[in-house]
């Protein structure tokens, strides 16, 4: 039995959007999202790894430090896993994790923190019970359905390229438990997804997810958004078998405005796009219609913006940047990703 697990699990940007909640953090319409690639949570837990006359459950570091301010978040995770993984109260573990860009903001940093650390858990599961995991899809599901506990979004990050979450009659094996793996239904020239992320404002949400999540429940859009969901998810299903990439950027945008239309109609409402965000949106509306590229943008929880488009055009785009968006140039401003080829396991 190994004493320490390590992941690498990547950061995913959702299509179509999942926004608001069930209780079990079960989602209220499906969601699409892009696996990333260079956005993703390196994360090793040392089981046994803390002393027995300490009271606490887990210790967690973050980039070397203890951070105890994450501890409430890690806390009600380990709370709900009391009923699906009880062993887990005998192991006393340490958690060390570190990621490759900035967290809490906007670019789904819980989505890989969780997946990480379910890749962990389910990891050290799998030894301790190998007849439960007859094959490597009871395995990713798990860890999916882990995953799913600690942040609905983190379900999607465990496979290459793209995933899938929440029922929608477009794909029979769809489910509201776990993410399942999309990549092989996708045109070639969504294999090679770019995602340049424009780093408006790394610093922290002023409005969690939760806390946006939990005000769909009595939204006056809640029944139309749910419509809209689902009609997009079926829609661009279609759009990525068939690599319709003017159907796929409509919806992504939409899908994007909807997120935040949704959160400024919130009661009390709340406003995360700053101004900085308004005029990324229009210039990338401007370069696909002046200079006929297939780009478009999606949004995530945060002022941040991704702006998405095949590898062929790629030059072109480092060109733009070059000219038109010189506050951008920095890595701390632009983060260049693209889809990716899911988790990996650390020695
Ligand atoms: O996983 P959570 O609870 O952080 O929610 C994420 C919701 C969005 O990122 C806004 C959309 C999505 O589907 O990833």
Redesign the pocket.
């Known amino acids: 039995m190994n004493n320490k697990h390590r992941w690498t699990s990547p950061s ?3 299509i ?4 608001g ?1 069930l209780p079990g953090q079960f989602p209220m319409n499906p ?1 699409l ?1 892009f696996t990333l690639s260079s956005c993703h949570t390196d994360t090793e837990v040392e089981w046994n790894g803390h002393p027995l006359n300490d009271d606490r459950r887990f210790v967690f570091y973050f980039d070397g430090h203890e951070r105890p301010d994450f501890a409430p978040k890690l806390e009600q995770f380990f709370g709900f896993l009391d009923g699906e993984m009880p062993w887990l109260k005998e192991c006393f573990p340490v958690i060390r994790s570190s990621n490759t860009f900035p967290h809490s903001s906007g670019i ?1 940093s ?2 890989s923190a969780m997946s990480a650390l379910a890749l962990c858990l389910v990891t050290r599961e799998r030894e301790l019970f190998p007849d439960r995991f007859p094959d490597d899809t009871s395995f990713w599901q798990r860890c999916s359905s882990i995953a799913r506990v600690g ?4 379900c ?1 990050s465990l496979y290459p390229i793209a995933s899938l979450w929440g029922k929608t009659p477009a794909v029979p094996e769809s489910n509201d438990h776990y993410g399942i793996p999309f990549a092989k239904n996708l045109h070639p020239l969504f294999h090679e997804l770019r995602d340049y992320i424009f780093v408006v404002n790394a610093s922290g949400k002023s409005v969690s ?2 806390a ?2 939990a005000l769909m429940a009595g939204h006056p859009y809640r029944e139309a958004r749910i419509a809209q969901a689902h009609k997009n998810l079926e829609a661009v299903v279609g759009c990525l078998a068939s690599g319709d990439w003017t159907g796929f950027s409509r919806i992504s945008e939409e899908e994007a405005l909807s ?1 935040h239309a949704l959160m400024m109609s919130s009661q009390p409402w709340y406003l995360l796009l700053e101004g900085a965000s308004l005029k990324l949106l229009q210039a990338i509306r401007r370069l696909r219609e002046s200079h006929d590229l297939p780009v478009c943008f999606t949004i ?2 945060g002022p941040n913006i991704h702006m998405l488009f095949p590898a062929s055009c790629e030059q072109a785009v480092e060109d733009w940047i070059a000219a038109e968006a010189p506050d951008y140039r920095g890595p701390d401003q632009l983060i260049r990703d693209r889809a990716g080829k899911g988790p990996v396991a650390r020695v």
């Open positions: 995913n940007i959702a179509v959007k999942y926004w909640k969601s999202s789904a819980s989505a942040s609905g979004s983190a999607r997810s939760s946006g999540h997120l995530d929880a």
